[in-house]
């Protein structure tokens, strides 16, 4: 009996044991099993961190911009108040260009009807020009496009005008004469001396004095104006020819006041080519009037 009791007492001991054993295996399985769930917290974490990371990261640049938006604004402030600046610069400029068309109106107005010109072609027989002739008369019609005015003392289209000597002159030297001096005076005299001269003393258009009369020939008056001046020449001006269309007489040049079409025109253009005449009252009271004096031909046109 009593080794019978020993037997069992042992048994169950070892049952005991084993069942301890079990346990610490159960716990140990347990164990293993749990750490994948701490494991995974921190991947969790890194991730929750990761993607805080990303949104302070994303925030930051949008921060950047909202804070960067404001600088442009504030440059955009400096441009408009800066704008208004050239604006009353303009306004100065705008005022003054009234001003000298306020100015040039009137006297536009003052000066008759406006420059005439015409085209080469309206000239009767203008091919047949000798070409020299056609050059120069070309040049002159030119200068009758340019609205140019009539100025005392000027030989320069530049200055917005020309006197009557001053044509001549600028046109003859333009087409190669370059001894033409600058006066009418003196242009007379310098082809009254060279032998090119064809006086006219005759008040009448169609006078046989006429008969030598040429396309480019320097026409000459005397007694335009009052002056002291020996010989007493006053005025010059281009021979054109006659219009296709009227036959009439036409001459260029810069004038003020000589008529073309009945109507008088000041500065450099196309005018009748028409014998003065002076009235009665003007020849009784003993006043200058204008007399034409004769014709003379250019030097290396013809020849």
Known sequence: ?????????????????????????????????????????????????????????????SAKKKHASPSPSASA???????????????????????PTATASPEKAKRGAPNATLLPDSLSGFENYPPKVRELLISALELTTRNLDYKYGSADPANGGMDC?????????????????????????????????????????????????????????????????????THAMIYLGREEKTGRRVMVGASDGRTYQNQQRFGVSVFDFKMPRADKAEIEDGKTRPRFIGYAHLPGLRD
């Open 165 to 233: 000597s001053g044509f001549v002159y600028f046109l003859l030297k333009q087409n190669g004469i370059g001894d033409v001096p600058r006066d009418s005076s003196e242009q007379y005299i310098w082809l009254r001396k060279a032998g090119r001269f064809e006086p006219v003393v005759s008040e009448k258009e169609d006078s046989f004095e006429f008969d030598n009369l040429k396309p480019g020939d320097l026409l000459f008056w005397a007694g335009t104006y009052a002056i002291q001046r020996d010989p007493p020449i």
């Open 77 to 99: 402030k400096p441009k408009e108040e800066s704008s208004p600046t050239p604006e009353p610069s303009e306004t100065p400029s705008a005022t003054a260009t009234p001003s």
């Open 1 to 61: 009996m009593i080794r019978f009791a020993i037997f069992v007492a042992l048994a169950l001991g070892v049952v005991g044991p084993a069942h301890a054993a079990e346990e610490t295996l159960g716990e140990k399985v347990k164990k293993a099993l749990s750490t994948p769930t701490p494991t995974s917290t921190p991947h969790k974490k890194r991730k929750s961190t990761s993607k805080k990371k990303s949104a302070s990261s994303s925030s930051s640049p």
